[in-house]
């Protein structure tokens, strides 16, 4: 494990954002649009002009980040690649950048804006939390920091401007209402009812830019989410968006990325669609996104392997440090060897198991885990561990090695070093 500097890259439908983690902050290194979607075929993967653009921004961000660790979180499209083009992608990412292109789930990702939006939310009643991405919409409706209802959707800013590709002529081409009226055909009924949301995705940098009337956020204190705006105003402004305020007027407001206005008009859209499906009365605008969450919460449930043997109070201080960090460690359960040093190691808890059955116990929890921790103390690792990282290969699991492993092979492997 180390202390330096975090490079935290989410990579969505359309979107590639770099963000800097550094002595407990948050700061966006570059925002830059990506049309993944342009060309993506489930088959053949994204296309090669997006590849290249792609590759030549990591290879930017590595190089002016040298000594940092870099960490990359992609959703959204990639999401519906096959198996085999997948797999191809995540190799060639690896042997371009040496880096492990990390596909997360749709689950893992809604895990993560429920970190990023309710950490400081002391509302005692439901909250439905908004996120539109380029081909999706995620609805996650929270009471506290527990989810009660989850809504996936498929639609998103990216389809929208596809079906309707006057939406970003200078003034729109098409009327909001009508827009709002086909989204609602895709809202889902919801159990609970909510009048308060969350807006995330860099919308309260966009509104204050584009002069919404935000008021100040007197419903709890978090100075992540400053602001709120009252469903009728957001309404009145969107109305402006299209109907009066100019595409370059627009992108004039965001110049290191003025592309990013190009699904501001698809975005409001869906979002007062869903405002309106749902009654929402306040929105809570928030900038905070995947990698906020992450930053509060990376791991859900994760494995360790390792040579308990040889190296188990440094695969206890890693157990430690996860579950301290909020992750649930599901292998090693225990910390009290009953035979330590012995050729397999058991722990108080455990007694009557065979090797056999103890190790399967252990690749079940691999199926299950975020990710599977390798513990490599001066890159070393065991047997054991060796057909566990080819086990969780198999399945596609995110591997991470505490350290730089000293086997050739392993170093070929699409992986990750340093937690």
């Known amino acids: 494990m180390n202390n330096k500097n975090k490079i935290l890259i989410d990579v969505g439908s359309s979107t590639v954002k770099a963000s800097l983690f550094s002595d407990g902050k948050t700061k966006t290194l570059i925002q830059r649009s990506i049309l993944f979607k342009n060309g993506f075929d489930p088959e053949g993967g994204i296309s090669a002009s997006a590849k290249k653009e792609l590759f030549e921004l990591i290879e930017s961000i590595k190089k002016q980040n040298e000594e940092a660790c870099i960490k990359i979180y992609a959703t959204g499209i ?60 995620e609805l996650v409706l929270m009471y506290g920091e527990e989810a009660i209802e989850r809504k996936n959707i498929d639609i998103g800013a990216g389809i929208i401007n596809t079906k309707y590709p006057s939406i970003n002529e200078d003034i729109s081409g098409v009327e909001i209402d009508d827009i709002v009226d086909y989204i609602s055909n895709f809202l889902p009924e919801l159990t609970n009812k909510v009048n308060k949301a969350f807006y995330n995705g860099g919308e309260l940098t966009y509104m204050r830019l584009v ?53 501001a008009r698809g975005c409001s859209a869906i979002a007062q669609a869903i405002c309106k499906k749902y009654n929402i009365e306040t929105i809570i605008p928030s900038d905070s996104n995947t990698i906020n969450g992450i930053i509060e919460r990376e791991f859900r449930y994760v494995t360790i392997s390792g040579s308990f043997r040889k190296h188990l109070s440094y695969i206890l201080s890693v157990k430690k440090n996860l579950e301290e960090k909020g992750a649930k460690v599901l ?19 455990e007694e009557g198991l065979s090797p056999l059955e103890l190790e399967r116990y252990h690749l079940k929890s691999i199926m299950v885990s975020d990710a599977l921790i390798v513990c490599d103390p001066d890159g070393y690792v065991g047997a054991s561990a060796l057909i566990e990282i080819g086990f969780a290969h198999s399945l596609g699991k995110r591997i991470i090695f505490v350290e730089k492993p000293e086997e050739f092979m392993l170093n070929t492997l699409p992986a990750e070093i340093g937690l």
């Open 331 to 349: 292998s090693p359960r225990f910390t009290e060897p009953k035979n330590p040093g012995e050729g397999f190691v058991v722990f108080s808890g």
């Open 78 to 137: 990639f999401r519906k690649l096959n198996e085999e083009a997948k797999i191809s992608f995540i190799d060639e990412f690896f042997l371009r950048t040496g880096l492990y292109f990390n596909i997360i789930s749709q689950d893992l990702e809604n895990f993560y804006l429920e970190m990023a939006l309710t950490g400081n939310c002391s509302l005692n009643e439901p909250v439905l939390l908004i996120n539109i991405g380029g081909s999706s919409v």
């Open 211 to 263: 002069g919404y009337n935000l008021t100040k956020n007197t419903l709890f204190n978090d100075p992540c989410h400053p602001s709120v705006i009252h469903t009728p105003d957001f309404i009145k402004k969107n109305k402006e968006v299209f109907k009066t305020i100019k595409l370059k007027e627009l992108e004039a407001l965001m110049p290191h990325d003025p592309k990013w206005m190009h699904g």
